[in-house]
């Protein structure tokens, strides 16, 4: 059965909007950036922020931004990443998240349907960074969705990229969710003056959480038990992962953040950070990979 795939002006962006075997998708052309998922008959496995604003050169509260060519605070980053850099004030998240990407090909058969996108710097320099790399987000749906970004560079001397798939995850309630996969791995507290800390067991939340794990294996899962289901992470090309819920402070102070948002979201960013940052020679490449399924609670 053929997929429907509509293109859609939402406010100020332009989106596609896919339908393809009892799942939904919503992709804005600016930053490449996912926006919804879900399936029928199941509630969002994505999370969009019911007050979203769709406008240009801005970012949008939720789905998948995709952070890149650092990830975070540039000056938490490692060195070689920093002086790639050439501006002043570098924004949160790099710099592609606020861009317009080139819609390169949609493409389905019976099972399947794709829809790429590529951001590349020869084309469309990017503001005080000037390095050669063609960045492609494809983004593919059967039973699972699959993001694949794949950095090249296509200059003449290395580069140092950290960067992550920044998924926002749909959750019943936080008080009740856990992240399972990640016993044993140390993480670092980003709230506690960036302590390095051990994981036992798995993720709960009851405060404010902001925490970079490192040594990540490829497979995680959120447990939710209100809603009777596991959302799976499976991972490629990755071994670090940023673990996020704003609480109650954190989140009057965030953008398209209603008050009690952060009871019903949670983020799970598939990453490339600290020592798991990237290293591209010239005419290198390196894919992050995500899949991401839902399944009933046994
Ligand atoms: O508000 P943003 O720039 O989209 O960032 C949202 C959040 O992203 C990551 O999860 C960081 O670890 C958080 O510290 C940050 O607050």
Redesign the pocket.
């Known amino acids: 059965m053929a997929a429907q795939i509509e293109h859609q002006e939402i406010g100020e962006l332009a989106c596609w909007r896919i339908r393809h075997r009892g799942a939904q998708l919503l992709i804005a052309e600016q930053g490449a950036q996912l926006l919804s998922y879900q399936r029928d008959d199941a509630p969002p496995l994505i999370w969009l922020s019911e007050q979203a604003e769709y406008r240009r050169g801005q ?1 949008l ?1 939720g789905g998948v ?1 995709v ?1 890149w060519p650092w ?2 605070a540039l000056e938490r980053n490692p060195e070689e990443i920093q002086a790639q850099y050439r501006g002043r004030s570098a924004p ?2 790099g710099l592609v998240r606020t861009l317009d990407w080139r819609l390169e090909d949609i493409r389905q058969d019976d099972d399947t349907v794709s829809i790429e996108f590529v951001f590349d710097s020869r084309e469309q320099p990017l503001p005080d960074w000037p390095h050669a790399v063609e960045l492609r987000l494809m983004i593919r749906l059967d039973q699972r969705l699959h993001l694949q970004l794949t950095s090249r560079n296509h200059g003449t001397h290395p580069l140092f990229i950290s960067q ?1 798939l ?1 998924s926002y995850f749909a959750v019943s309630d936080i008080h009740q969710v856990q992240v399972e996969g990640l016993h044993g791995c140390r993480y670092i507290e ?1 709230l506690e003056d960036w302590q390095a800390r051990l994981q036992q067991g798995p993720v709960t939340f009851n405060g404010e959480t ?1 925490r ?1 794990y490192l040594g990540v294996p490829s497979q995680l899962s959120i447990r939710d038990p209100r809603w009777q289901r596991r959302i799976h992470l499976l991972s490629s090309g990755s071994h670090s992962a ?1 673990v ?1 819920n ?1 609480w109650i402070g ?1 989140s009057r102070y ?2 398209q953040f209603a008050e009690d948002a952060w009871t019903g979201m949670l ?1 799970i ?1 598939t990453a490339n950070v600290l020592e798991d940052r990237i290293e591209l020679p010239p005419q290198g490449a390196h894919t992050l990979g995500l899949s991401l399924w839902e399944s009933p609670l046994d």
């Open positions: 970012g509260r931004p952070c990830f975070g949160a998240h992550a920044h980003t902001d970079i940023v996020w704003p954190k965030l953008s983020c960013e």
